[in-house]
T-cell receptor, first 114, second 114 residues
């Protein structure tokens, strides 16, 4: 069974204080690892897809990296508008009928204080 | 593009009543997913459709839950009879159907069963 564990559950940062969120996963064969951002009262919003160990992707102050067992979401000089819950999900490439589905972690709630 | 549209945004009902949640996916997307989100369990996949056909409903918790997709632009999730433990936020998502394509989520229906 695919498993995704995110840490920490919650993180408070001062504006400008860089940090990283962790996503550890167990999957038979990784098809893709996805990062989403979720604001209160909204659905998750897609950020990145990573496919293989060593891959990195960047978007504004966010950079996602991937190893064979975990992914990190690095936040550089965060601003209050980066406050949200960040979700990690994996897609198992070896599932049969379930190969289109994503298994999500419970998320990290990030608060950036001005 | 209007994105994935869900209705209603909020639903409050009494135990034993029937509840119907509605979803309009993004035009051109041929995969549709129903997820449930709670604090305890995070995002859980209930069922997904490909080209209007249910592919995997192993996440549907009980026979009280049913889902239909009569055409490419509409899906429903029905709970009959509803119970307090069904209280959660229900999300619909769609994708282009490629195995590594991201999911695009609606803003969810917050269901409260009293």
């Amino acid at each position: 069974e695919d498993q995704v564990t995110q840490s920490p559950e919650a993180l408070r940062l001062q504006e400008g204080e860089s940090s990283s969120l962790n996503c550890s996963y167990t999957v038979s064969g990784l098809r893709g690892l996805f990062w989403y951002r979720q604001d209160p009262g909204k659905g998750p919003e897609f950020l990145f897809t990573l496919y293989s160990a060593g891959e990195e992707k960047e978007k504004e102050r966010l950079k996602a990296t991937l190893t064979k067992k975990e992914s990190f979401l690095h936040i550089t000089a965060p601003k209050p508008e980066d406050s949200a819950t960040y979700l990690c999900a994996v897609q198992d490439g070896y599932s049969g009928a379930g190969s289109y589905q994503l298994t999500f972690g419970k998320g990290t709630k990030l608060s950036v204080i001005p | 593009d209007a994105g994935v549209i869900q209705s209603p945004r909020h639903e409050v009902t009494e135990m034993g009543q029937e509840v119907t949640l509605r979803c309009k996916p993004i035009s051109g997307h041929n995969s549709l997913f129903w997820y449930r989100q709670t604090m305890m369990r995070g995002l859980e996949l209930l069922i997904y459709f490909n080209n209007n056909v249910p592919i995997d409903d192993s996440g549907m918790p009980e026979d009280r839950f049913s889902a239909k997709m009569p055409n490419a632009s509409f899906s429903t999730l029905k709970i009959q009879p509803s119970e307090p433990r069904d209280s959660a936020v229900y999300f619909c998502a769609s994708s282009s159907g490629q195995k590594d394509s991201p999911l695009h989520f609606g803003n969810g229906t917050r269901l409260t069963v009293t």
